[in-house]
């Protein structure tokens, strides 16, 4: 069994930088691959950023490249996802994902490939 608790979230202005963490417990992180969802009102559950079992694979959607990185602290069995030059439309509850067995370089993109869930963290980027 993993538990996930998500924390960070928040309300910003426009341009802000927001840093999301997602502590595990039951595995170590180098075990998981670990995707950054988030869903928006009406909207379907996206992968944001992902980090593979090996942790030298990343995976971003396209709307937050250059502007998210994803990334993982060993140690203290948590990862990050530092949001830069936030816009309203990263506006969406957060969730922080494990996939069991996967690939080593791989990093699951659909929501379904994923055993273990956040109960979300809200950032609300306001114009």
């Known amino acids: 069994q993993v538990q996930l608790v998500e924390s960070g979230g928040g309300l910003v202005q426009a341009g802000a930088s927001l840093r999301l963490s997602c502590s595990a417990s039951g595995r170590t992180i180098s075990t998981l691959a670990i995707g950054w969802f988030r869903q928006a009102p009406g909207k379907e559950r996206e992968l944001a950023a992902g980090?593979?079992?090996?942790?030298?694979?990343?995976n971003y959607a396209d709307s937050v490249k250059g502007r998210f990185t994803i990334s993982r602290d060993s140690a203290k069995n948590t990862v990050y996802l530092q949001m830069n030059s936030l816009k309203p439309e990263d506006t969406a509850v957060y969730y922080c994902a494990a996939e069991l067995n996967s690939p080593w370089a791989t990093v699951a993109s659909l929501a379904r490939e994923y055993d273990y869930w956040g109960q979300g963290t809200q950032v609300t980027v306001s114009s």
């Open positions: 980090i593979s079992r090996s942790g030298l694979s990343t």
